[in-house]
DNA sequence: GTCTATAACCCGATAGAC
DNA sequence: GTCTATCGGGTTATAGAC
């Protein structure tokens, strides 16, 4: 019955993303999900590899979770791009700024080697920005010849990325905000340079 | 005698610039520090405190510290952006895109309201966009006249901080440069329309 | 597979002599 | 102001019955 392991993972998920990993204590998740400790070592040799399953699970879910309902009513692919951001916007917002993008948190939270969780965090960003870079591909001409798709793709990560940790310290959607304003006039400045 | 608490400080920025905070153990310090418990008990109420005291050397800091050496040989305001960015690239190049924008860092590990350590971090990325901004202020006509320049420096810090965290994650330089990169041709495009 | 109880450890902080 | 020893509590992880 892998019902226990879901209730793990789905619980682990939204804390990890509230208070973040090393905040989160085994007993909370526990508490959380309404499972005994027994239960969640049997499943997991340890923290560490709830964390790696909550990353897999982000990873796996990129797509169905995150790019198809931000999409699902946009077609242009430049507004997709901008579609995208106004999800972390939301998530901002119903949070009171306290709740960004969970892989970004985490990423900046490990500071040891730990490899086979930064692989991980690797893959999530790879996967954000492959989808993004395929959004300035499918713009075709509207955008000049010879600019890097991949890398305007990456900007827009940064930017969403520095755009969440100042308004999480900020607690206003202000920096966010204008970072993504300014992200917009610089795709506008490229649209009208093509 | 303030030699101890000059020694506490320097050896608990060292360590929350390298392994974060709440990785970091007053024990870490202690032995960092080459002083005993007492002594750090003595001088501070608590390890937050030892954090506040951090962050109110890295406001007090930036000026002299950060911002003079990276201008000492560049007049050009716009030219003083980038090379206050370099001065982040050589930190992840010369350890292993390990340690990036301490502030960062400790501005996402954060996520209890924990209002005098957020009020901290707020005031540094204030007076790092303020400086910024003083630039592009200072590059009078060259920029476009109905141009935000808070918003303009905002955006730079944006893309250093998102830059850091992925060339952190990916251990590559990278991202980092592409995102320079791509803010530098923003720039380029604004100079070019005014 | 799930439960309870607990081991083994590290943490921040304190006490009290000097 | 500085030292050593230690307290009390929370941590991850395990043992062993069911």
Redesign the interface.
């Given at each position: 019955m892998s019902e226990t392991r879901d209730k793990i993972r789905f619980a682990a998920m939204r804390l990890f993303a509230?208070?973040?990993y090393?905040?989160t204590s085994v007993a909370d998740i526990l508490q959380a999900a309404g499972v005994n400790a027994g239960s969640l070592y049997y499943l997991y040799p340890g923290k560490q590899d709830v964390l790696l399953d909550v990353l897999d699970t982000y990873l796996a879910g990129i797509h169905p979770m995150l790019l198809a309902p931000a999409w699902a009513e946009i077609s242009d692919p430049v507004e997709r791009v901008f579609a995208l951001l106004r999800r972390y916007r939301s998530a901002l917002e119903s949070t009171d700024c306290?709740y960004g993008c969970p892989i970004?948190?985490i990423?900046?939270?490990?500071?040891?080697p730990d490899p086979p969780v930064?692989e991980r965090?690797?893959a999530n960003?790879d996967a954000w920005v492959a989808a993004i870079e395929q959004c300035f591909v499918d713009a075709g001409d509207r955008l000049p010849s010879d600019l890097d798709r991949r890398?305007?793709a990456?900007?827009a990560?940064?930017?969403?990325?520095?755009?969440v940790?100042?308004s999480?310290?900020?607690?206003t959607l202000d920096?966010f905000d204008?970072?993504v304003?300014?992200?917009r006039s610089?795709v506008d400045?490229?649209l009208a340079?093509a």
């Open positions: 509230q208070k973040g090393g905040s306290t970004g948190s990423a900046l939270e490990l500071h040891e930064r965090l690797a960003f890398a305007l990456v900007f990560l940064t930017t969403m990325e520095g755009g940790m100042l999480r310290t900020h607690r920096d204008t970072a304003a300014m992200l610089h400045l490229l340079r």
